[in-house]
């Protein structure tokens, strides 16, 4: 048993360090990885040239004048500026000058990103040598539609990346909270989707489906939409990594994209998972620090990553910076219109979708079978007040409200969604 701990955890820019009480017997999960590479510039030369199922990417810019490239946006790591720089030289190589070039910040329904961000984003080397622009969910012009998927999905994504001769997308490899993993697909759609193709990809039909969780691809029926509208999109190349925990390049998967997804998949699920003897009591948590923990919407990954592995109706902390508070108005609007998970549930299963209403779903449906607790101090006071759980006013208060009464197992995941754990699967009786 250990009597007494003092662990770091993700928190914000600079992590937050807390005080574990004596009397419990503490887990902690790390993030699992592969190793670093021990020269990321090879393997990023390497996949580029000799890319899965695809010809080298220089042979594929033979020909085209202009190239689209589909980036993350801020709330993700993703190491743009190590791996753009080869990427354009490849497409130069081939004959695509720079300024027929687009970089787009993949924002589907997040904000915009800001001058200084974009800068963060793909490397000061190449801001401002290139075209760097915001995609923008919520003006339908800039999109061009592409008819319905076999399920019924309209599709309509940013003109500039279909009008484009050549198509890729530039992603990482991490859990995600309805769509198994991240990556690849999800910089088309919802990374390029107008909102009307957003809403139905997040509408109940797919959020209430068990199969669409962290860690889920082979049954996913997210996963399958997605890479169907990307199919329609002529998605042509990605290039998705894998990250250690202090943010080396582990993995490098370049070429055709089902196939790299299909490979990203096994190998997060093969290096990611950690599997628990059985569930615990309770689960301390965070939202992985920044940037993922920059408002509360985001900071809801922290929870439902973790909701796998505690027992029904035990306790779930989370502590998130949320240093720009809510999210989106919409988001911001729901959380206030519905204080209780059960009255959003029932409302919204056949009403039409609101943009964001997605991670509440997610939230609601850990609700019903865990408590929820939460420091989350970027969050205004009239937030607060309307979480679907016990809020506190300090981390140390947090701790010792969650473990209030409690005399059991306590898992401690310091970075929060970046770590895929299980539990066995309960015996049928």
């Not at 890319?51 to 689209?68: Q, V, Y």
């Not at 910089?187 to 990809?201: F, S, W």
């Not at 998970?341 to 609601?364: H, S």
Request: charge should be negative; include cysteine.
């Amino acid at each position: 048993m250990v009597v007494l701990m003092r662990i770091d955890m993700a928190f914000g820019k600079t992590g937050l360090s807390v005080e574990l009480p004596a009397g419990y017997r503490y887990q902690v999960l790390e993030a699992r990885s592969g190793e670093g590479l021990p020269d990321e510039g090879a393997a990023i030369a390497a996949a580029l040239d000799a890319p899965m199922g695809r010809p080298p990417l220089a042979d594929m810019a033979r020909g085209k004048r202009s190239a689209a490239i589909s980036v993350c946006d801020i709330t993700r790591p993703a190491p743009n500026r190590r791996v753009l720089p080869p990427l354009l030289a490849r497409l130069e190589e081939g004959g695509i000058a720079r300024e027929n070039v687009v970089i787009l910040i993949a924002t589907g329904l997040h904000r915009e990103a800001t001058p200084e961000e974009m800068r963060e984003i793909v490397g000061p080397e190449i801001y401002g040598t290139i075209r760097v622009e915001n995609h923008r969910a919520k003006n339908f012009e800039e999109h061009a539609g592409l008819g319905t998927t076999a399920s019924g999905t309209p599709v309509f994504i940013d003109r500039r990346f279909l009008e484009a001769d050549l198509h890729i997308t530039l992603g990482f490899i991490e859990p995600h909270l309805m769509l198994g993993f991240s990556g690849g697909r999800k910089l088309v759609a919802p990374g390029l989707a107008a909102q009307e193709t957003i809403k139905v990809i997040h509408s109940p039909k797919f959020m209430r489906d068990p199969r669409a969780a962290e860690g889920s691809i082979a049954d996913n029926p997210l996963h399958r939409e997605l890479l169907e509208i990307a199919r329609m999109a002529r998605h042509d190349f990605m290039v998705d990594v894998a990250l250690t925990r202090d943010r080396r390049i582990a993995r490098v998967l370049a070429g055709d994209p089902e196939r790299g997804q299909a490979r990203g998949g096994g190998y997060g699920g093969e290096k990611m998972l950690e599997r628990l003897d059985g569930p615990a009591e309770v689960v301390i948590t965070t939202a992985a620090g920044y940037p993922l923990d920059l408002t509360y919407y985001q900071t809801i990954k922290g929870v439902t990553a973790a909701s796998h592995i505690v027992t029904p109706g035990g306790r779930i902390l989370v502590l998130s910076a949320c240093g720009e508070g809510v999210g989106a108005p919409e988001f911001a609007a729901m959380m206030e219109r519905f204080p209780e998970p059960e009255a959003f549930m029932e409302a919204t299963l056949e009403a039409p979708v609101v943009v964001d209403q997605w991670q509440l779903e997610k939230l609601a449906l850990v609700c019903a079978r865990q408590e929820v607790h939460y420091y989350v101090p970027g969050l205004p006071e009239r937030y607060r007040r309307v979480l679907w759980g016990k809020s506190y006013g300090s981390a140390a208060e947090a701790i010792a409200g969650v473990l209030e009464g409690l005399d059991g197992d306590v898992v401690v995941i310091p970075e929060g969604p970046y770590v895929l754990a299980r539990v066995p699967e309960p015996a049928l009786v």
